[in-house]
């Protein structure tokens, strides 16, 4: 078990680029859920997975934003023509089959947008 | 849909106790609390469960008033390493999940 990676680890950008994150989550772990945190505030929820079918996506999630997860194993966060705003960190979490388990969280990717 | 902490932040000296609280507006069927210290990803520490079932470490507690939808945090005999926030987390459906406003706990010598 190496717990849940993130790839990579920081980014900037500038205004209007793309830019894709990647999420390892621990094997066999069936949910992935991603995040976004910025300073001083809780994570927000962004959207989940289960194995690879995305049941829920947050408003939160404009259309610049898409996830995948095409073989249940890993998953990218994609964000299109970047804008100041998205500046935060974005957190990846796994966990287990089954209701009411713990999220497993990954170490974040910190995205600096100028 | 976020849940609502209080107190916002607390100071603590080491030794002392804590009590966190989490209300939220909408049916819990279970409650999670993570810590995140600065510039690290949460970790979690308790789930309470509908009907009372818990899962977490021995030297925290926590309660679960399902008809309140409230749930507290207790911190005893707090340590230097109880620093952080500490944030509860629901899932009303099962597909979501949102974290609550955050409760930013320092514990000092």
């Known amino acids: 078990d190496t717990g849940v990676s993130q790839d990579p680890r920081h980014k900037i950008t500038k205004r209007g680029q793309n830019v894709t994150f990647r999420c390892d989550p621990i094997s066999e772990h069936n949910r992935l859920y991603w995040y976004r945190q910025t300073l001083g505030q809780g994570p927000e929820f962004l959207t989940y997975?289960?194995?690879?079918?995305?049941?829920?996506k947050s408003r939160l999630l404009s259309d610049r934003f898409s996830a995948e997860r095409p073989k249940g194993s890993f998953s990218t966060l994609e964000i299109q023509r970047t804008e100041q705003g998205d500046s935060a960190m974005y957190l990846c979490a796994s966990s287990p089959q089954g209701p009411r388990e713990t999220q497993y969280f990954g170490p974040g990717t910190r995205l600096l947008v100028l | 849909q976020q849940p609502v902490q209080s107190p916002q932040a607390v100071i603590l000296r080491e030794g002392e106790d804590a009590v966190i609280n989490c209300s939220s507006s909408?049916?819990?069927?279970?409650v999670h609390w993570y810590r995140q210290k600065h510039g690290e990803a949460p970790i979690f520490l308790m789930i309470l469960l509908k009907g009372g079932e818990q899962k977490g470490h021995d030297k925290i507690s926590a309660s679960f008033n399902e008809k309140k939808q409230q749930s507290s945090l207790y911190l005893t005999a707090s340590q230097l390493s109880y620093s952080g926030t500490y944030f509860c987390g629901t899932e009303p459906t099962g597909n979501q999940f949102y974290f609550g406003t955050g409760t930013s706990l320092t514990v000092i010598p």
């Open positions: 997975f289960q194995n690879e079918a995305q049941l829920e």
């Open positions: 909408k049916a819990l069927y279970s």
